[in-house]
């Protein structure tokens, strides 16, 4: 790869940011007929674990019905599951199968050393495809948010759309280019997995603080910090060396319906990003949170639950 290529491509990574052994995951144990455990006193709150296609653990939550529409959630990078507590909890999304994990290399999900664990768009493909055996979702809707729109597209490029309901993308990542994503955030790329102590805790919750228009509050902050420094500095190093730059005819060719939702005031992902998606594809529409930055479903997540769940009900309708 030339260097001015990896350059871009690092930056694009941070970006990316945000915004979640065996040979199959989709026939594996893991992915069998044993009951999943729930959680002792969180609300029937089921534990979801399961081995992507090259070993690696993914550990995850599910609520509701069985039977009931299915949404995944999928974080952005340095995020995790905890994310989507607020979707978890909101009463317009009751109805509903909710689903999230953790992304390889973040949360409680296994944490590759090797940069090569995260270059691959087919690895991130793969571990959706395993969660959504084990979980044994039928015909879900993907919610991606920043890296998670990348995910939702490398799944598309390496799975198809037709075993999916609709897609709903969150200041999302689906083309790593210049003109597309901010300064500000491919700066982060290289402070943020600095190998300076020092610099690399800074960057972090700036990083964090840049995500939100409306700044959570302290005890929120600092659960997010913490799981910010959990990730693996090695899932950017080898991100900025992918080879799939470019998601879009991937969103282009799905044949579903699709929810592009954007912070007016996002810092990290311009609002271009998703006003392309919109223009290449004819089932799209696209909703702008005018009190948001980054991260629209934390930020005014009433909004975004009464949206996403009229979503979710009208492509099961399709």
């Known amino acids: 790869m030339q260097s001015s290529r990896r350059r871009f491509l690092a930056g694009a990574a941070g970006i990316a940011a945000m915004a979640m052994g065996r040979s199959n995951a989709a026939t594996s144990t893991d992915a069998g007929s044993q009951p999943l455990p729930v959680i002792a006193g969180s609300n029937s709150l089921e534990a979801l674990t399961v081995s992507s296609a090259d070993g690696t653990k993914l550990t995850g939550v599910m609520r509701g019905d069985p039977q009931a529409p299915e949404i995944l959630f999928i974080h952005g990078l340095r995020q995790s599951r905890l994310s989507w507590d607020k979707q978890f909890a909101d009463p317009a999304l009751a109805s509903f199968r909710l689903v999230s994990f953790d992304l390889r290399g973040h949360g409680d999900s296994d944490k590759p050393v090797a940069p090569e664990a ?172 005018d009190a948001s930055g980054h991260s629209p479903f934390f930020e005014e ?17 399709g």
Not at 150 to 168: C, D, E, P, Q
Not at 302 to 317: C, H, I, M, P, S
Request: net charge positive.
């Open 118 to 289: 995260y270059a691959d768009a087919d690895r991130w493909a793969d571990d959706v495809a395993a969660v959504i055996a084990r979980a044994k979702l039928r015909r879900p809707v993907l919610v991606g948010w920043s890296l998670g729109g990348y995910v939702v597209g490398a799944y598309l490029r390496r799975y198809g759309g037709k075993s999916l309901a609709g897609i709903n993308l969150v200041d999302a990542v689906t083309k790593l280019s210049a003109e597309l994503l901010t300064d500000e955030a491919g700066a982060f790329t290289r402070t943020t997995t600095s190998h300076d102590l020092a610099e690399r805790t800074g960057a972090t919750a700036d990083f964090l603080a840049a995500c939100f228009h409306q700044q959570p509050a302290a005890d929120e902050m600092r659960r997010m910090l913490v799981i910010n420094g959990m990730t693996a500095r090695a899932v950017n190093e080898g991100f900025i060396k992918t080879e799939t730059s470019d998601l879009e005819p991937m969103f282009k060719q799905f044949a579903g319906p699709i929810l592009l939702t954007h912070g007016q005031h996002d810092r990290l992902v311009r609002l271009a990003m998703s006003e392309r998606i919109k223009a290449l594809h004819q089932n799209s529409r696209l909703s702008v949170f």
């Open 301 to 317: 997540p009433a909004r975004y639950g009464r949206e996403l769940a009229d979503f979710v009900t009208a492509a099961n309708k």
